[in-house]
């Protein structure tokens, strides 16, 4: 077994693509610590008639998910996702939340000895008891440690060379120190926050404020409203990571996974982009057609969260703290009207942060 640091990596969409790009580029600059064969696991699906793991390895391009932009020829993709980890330690997951458990569970007992993992994935799973960080399920799963990475990181945009940042959520330091030359770039910065899941669920409930910033697109509102909806949205965020995590630390939602990812998302983003689509059409038009006609096989992350979120605060009975959470979700699946619902949710808001009446 090699004894130097080898990367795979799990997924292969839009941002798994952007990330193999500069993984794969920064592995080949420094072969003295690392091997400069980076395994990504791609879901196969046919293009044309032919295999996308082919066309990727003889053409270096990802051309359903990251169309015009050549891939490192270091990279190499593997249909299998256990053959794509054999031999690696640093492990990096990055696939839409929904599938996570069905591939740790055939991952499960196949890990390298001291391997650990980092999760790019934006979402939230749950049970009965409440809500379980993506992070968890991994490490639970495979028995790892496992950082995150988040941060306002729009992959196309990346993928441009465009500058941009993202936070290290850790516990362990030096798997952090490791993660950092794996990602870092000159147009990529990354900081560390010893705060995993105050990182990641962040970036999880940003994508349920994006369907409202959308929303606020599409009934044609201007500035002053979508700096209304951010702000709504980000106390509700700090709310609920407080509630569920107590150790969450305010200087968090600081860093480019708090508030920088949550302006980036209610701007640019997939799920502001559908939300839009959704308002514009009344209503009219499920999110499931519009993730069809808009996304080109990419996932829509904001409309499940919003699920997931409503479903653990109904059981806690916690609806009434999160009137934004609670409202998004009733139009996206209860059919409730999207007009107006800035008054009703500033209104509630108000009077859980305090109003002067
Ligand atoms: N795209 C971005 O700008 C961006 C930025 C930061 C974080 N993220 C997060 O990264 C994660 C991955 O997003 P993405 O943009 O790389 O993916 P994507 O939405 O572009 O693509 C969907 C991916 O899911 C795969 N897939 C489809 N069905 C599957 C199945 N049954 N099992 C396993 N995989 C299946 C597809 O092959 C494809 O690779 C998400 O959590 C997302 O929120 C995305």
């Known amino acids: ?38 395994r990504i696991w791609v879901y196969e699906e046919l293009i044309g008639g032919r295999k996308l793991t082919e066309i990727i390895n003889s053409e270096h391009e990802n051309v359903k998910y990251l169309p015009g932009k050549e891939l490192p020829e270091n990279v190499i993709a593997i249909p299998d996702p256990e053959t794509a980890i054999e031999g690696a330690n640093i492990l ?67 993928a441009d060379e465009q500058f941009s940042e993202a936070t290290i959520g850790y516990r362990n330091r030096e798997h952090a120190r490791l993660l950092k030359h794996i990602f870092q770039t000159p147009y990529f910065r990354i900081a560390g926050a010893p705060d995993v899941p105050g990182v990641e669920i962040c970036g999880a409930l940003k994508n349920i404020v994006a369907l409202g910033a959308g929303f606020c697109d599409g009934l044609g509102y201007g500035n002053n409203t979508k700096a209304a909806v951010i702000r709504l949205g980000l106390i509700e965020m700090i709310r609920f ?48 057609e519009l993730e069809n006609e808009l996304l080109n096989g990419q996932k829509l ?18 609806l009434q703290e999160f009137p934004f959470f609670e409202v998004i979700y009733a139009i996206a699946y209860q059919g409730r009207s999207v007009e107006g619902f800035l008054q009703q949710l500033s209104e509630k808001e108000l009077s859980l942060e305090g109003d002067i009446d």
């Open 241 to 288: 990571a407080k509630k569920f995590f107590k150790d969450v630390q305010s200087m968090t939602f600081l860093q480019s996974s708090g508030v920088a990812d949550l302006i980036t998302t209610c701007y640019g983003g997939r799920n502001r982009r559908c939300a839009e689509a959704f308002a514009r059409s009344g209503g009219k038009k499920s999110f499931e």
């Open 1 to 38: 077994m090699s004894e130097k640091h080898k990367v795979a990596i799990l997924g292969s969409g839009n941002w798994g693509s952007t990330v193999a790009r500069i993984v794969g580029s920064n592995v080949r600059d420094r072969t003295e610590v690392f091997d400069p064969e980076v």
């Open 301 to 318: 992350q904001g409309t499940l969260t919003a699920k997931e979120i409503y479903e653990i605060l109904q059981r806690q009975n916690l």
């Open 92 to 158: 990096v997951f990055v696939l839409p939340h929904q599938f996570v458990r069905s591939l740790c569970g055939k991952l499960a007992g196949k890990i390298r000895e001291n391997a650990f993992a980092v999760s790019l994935i934006k979402g939230v799973d749950f049970d009965e008891k409440g809500v379980i960080l993506i992070s968890d399920v991994i490490s639970r799963e495979l028995g790892v440690e496992c950082s995150v990475l988040m941060g306002a990181n729009i992959a196309n945009e990346i």
